[in-house]
């Protein structure tokens, strides 16, 4: 599967943004879904993920109750909504897909990749 992100920008301290991250082919809805973030000189850390049906989605403990990850399996598409953001929260944000049976926070679990967007937080 191929994976394209969008929806990254410039928002300001309390602001939102939508990530959008578009799959081809016809087995999306077999991936668990993952949101996953990189800040200049820091690993790549866990952001989100969801279930093959858009059940039981979860959060990183930095992000809980601002960020909301869903999915469109109709149009093969995964959002990161993204409320009341923080200057901490800039960085490339990275959709990915997961063919194994459980969550799993650990970038390496990850078969396939997007590209990356840019999302910085002015304060």
């Known amino acids: 599967v191929q994976l394209q992100a969008s929806g990254g920008g410039l928002a300001q301290t309390g602001g939102s943004l939508r990530l959008s991250c578009a799959a081809s082919g016809r087995t999306f809805s077999s991936y668990i879904m993952g949101w996953f973030r990189q800040a200049p000189g820091k690993e790549r850390e866990f952001v989100a993920a969801?279930?093959?049906?858009?059940?039981?989605?979860y959060y990183a403990d930095s992000v809980k109750g601002r960020f909301t990850i869903f999915r469109d399996n109709a149009e093969n598409t995964v959002y990161l909504q993204m409320n009341s953001l923080k200057p901490e929260d800039t960085a490339v944000y990275y959709c990915?897909?997961?063919?194994?049976?459980?969550?799993?926070?650990?970038?390496?679990?990850?078969?396939?990749w997007g590209q990356g967007t840019q999302v910085t937080v002015s304060s």
């Open positions: 990915a897909a997961d063919a194994s049976r459980s969550y799993s926070r650990y970038p390496k679990t990850y078969d396939y």
């Open positions: 969801i279930g093959r049906s858009g059940s039981s989605p």
